[in-house]
C-alpha cells in the first residue's frame, strides 16, 4: 500500500511558475512508476507526465512537452512536477499516482493516486 500526497499547488498568472510535489509513504518507493494527471472542471482526467522508478524513463502529454518537467527524489520519497510558462488552460485539480510496474499513460492502469492540489493560472 502507497500513500500519496501532493502539495504545491496554488493561483499564478500566466507565464509563472509553480512545482508540485508528491510525498509517498512506504520503503520501496524506488519500486513505483510515479505519475501526475490533471483534471479540469467538466472534463475527464488526464496524463501530464511519468517516470519511472530510476528516473531512468519520462513521458509527457504533448500539451506540456518543453514546459513541465517531471523528476523524483528516491532518498527522500518524493516526486516532483516543475511546471513553467503556465497557461490558464493548465488550470485543474493536480494529481499524484504509482503503480508498481513500468510506465504507463493510461489513467485506469495506476494503482494509487493522492488526493489532488489545485492549481489555477489566470490570464
Known amino acids: 500500500q502507497v500513500q500519496l500526497v501532493e502539495s504545491g499547488g496554488g493561483l499564478v498568472q500566466a507565464g509563472g511558475s509553480l512545482r508540485l510535489s508528491c510525498a509517498a509513504s512506504?520503503?520501496?518507493?524506488?519500486?513505483?512508476?510515479m505519475g501526475w494527471f490533471r483534471q479540469a472542471p467538466g472534463k475527464e482526467r488526464e496524463f501530464v507526465a511519468a517516470?519511472?522508478?530510476?528516473?531512468?524513463?519520462?513521458y509527457y502529454a504533448d500539451s506540456v512537452k518543453g514546459r513541465f518537467t517531471i523528476s523524483r527524489d528516491n532518498a527522500k520519497n518524493t516526486v516532483y512536477l516543475q511546471m513553467n510558462s503556465l497557461k490558464p488552460e493548465d488550470t485543474a485539480v493536480y494529481y499524484c499516482?504509482?503503480?508498481?510496474?513500468?510506465?504507463?499513460?493510461?489513467?485506469?492502469?495506476?494503482?494509487?493516486w493522492g488526493q489532488g492540489t489545485q492549481v489555477t493560472v489566470s490570464s
Open positions: 512506504g520503503r520501496t518507493f524506488s519500486s513505483y512508476a
Open positions: 499516482a504509482a503503480r508498481l510496474a513500468r510506465v504507463v499513460t493510461a489513467t485506469h492502469r495506476w494503482d494509487y
Open positions: 517516470i519511472s522508478g530510476s528516473s531512468t524513463t519520462t
